[in-house]
């Protein structure tokens, strides 16, 4: 993709077929995206919730922020990795299987 120039881009983008969505349609479509946030913010939450459990688990409070830095090394690693992989095998299709 870095290869291309401006027009190359534009060409690529005309060629897709505008689609228009009935208004039940978009309805159904928002609401699975935003299903999907939800979800995703409640993930968020579930460590916090879970984290007086892993460190009993663990021995102690001073190993709370190395749980809580794995969390969001392992979040963040892995953000580049589904985006990729949603690049080969379509958004929709990842959004649906996660």
């Excluded at 689609?19 to 479509?29: C, F, G």
Aim: hydrophobic letters at 50%; proline letters at 3%; charged letters at 15%.
């Amino acid at each position: 993709m870095a290869d291309l120039n401006l027009t190359e881009i534009d060409a690529q983008s005309a060629e897709k077929p505008h689609v228009i969505l009935s208004r039940r349609r978009r309805w159904a479509v928002t609401g699975g995206v935003m299903l999907g946030m939800v979800l995703a913010a409640l993930e968020a939450t579930v460590v916090g919730t879970a984290m007086p459990t892993v460190i009993a688990t663990l021995g102690g409070l001073d190993r709370y922020s190395w749980v809580f830095s794995a969390y969001l090394l392992t979040s963040t690693v892995s953000v580049p990795v589904w985006g990729r992989l949603s690049d080969l095998f379509g958004r929709r299709n990842l959004y649906l299987v996660g």
